[in-house]
Nanobody, 111 residues
Framework: QVHLVESGGGLVQAGGSLRLSCAAS????????MSWYRQAPGKQRELVAAMHSSGLTNYADSVKGRFTISRDNAKNTVYLQMNSLKPEDTAVYYC?????WGQGTQVTVSS
């Protein structure tokens, strides 16, 4: 079971970009799916993007065309590139492997 640490969150204006990183304490080569979730205040945690080890990706409809998930197996790191950010993207973003969650990183988008 790997330990996950997210980074890269912050405050950005609407229309801006951020790149989140999720560093794993061990290899992610054997982890079939790595995912990003988010949770806004008063709302349930929701899937944002997922990436299979084969390279297949899946995105929430609300972020398609704006967010891109990628993984660097050599660095044991998963990324979430977020472009054209909107105030409704404001949330705590979490990285998830099969059995582990990171501690989350706050993303705030101002209008």
């Amino acid at each position: 079971q790997v330990h996950l640490v997210e980074s890269g969150g912050g405050l950005v204006q609407a229309g801006g970009s951020l790149r989140l990183s999720c560093a794993a304490s061990g290899t992610i080569l054997t982890i079939p799916i790595m995912s990003w979730y988010r949770q806004a205040p008063g709302k349930q945690r929701e899937l944002v993007a997922a990436m299979h080890s084969s390279g297949l990706t899946n995105y929430a409809d609300s972020v398609k065309g704006r967010f891109t998930i990628s993984r660097d197996n050599a660095k044991n790191t998963v990324y979430l590139q977020m472009n054209s950010l909107k105030p409704e993207d404001t949330a705590v973003y979490y990285c998830k492997s099969v059995a582990s969650w990171g501690q989350g990183t706050q993303v705030t988008v101002s209008s």
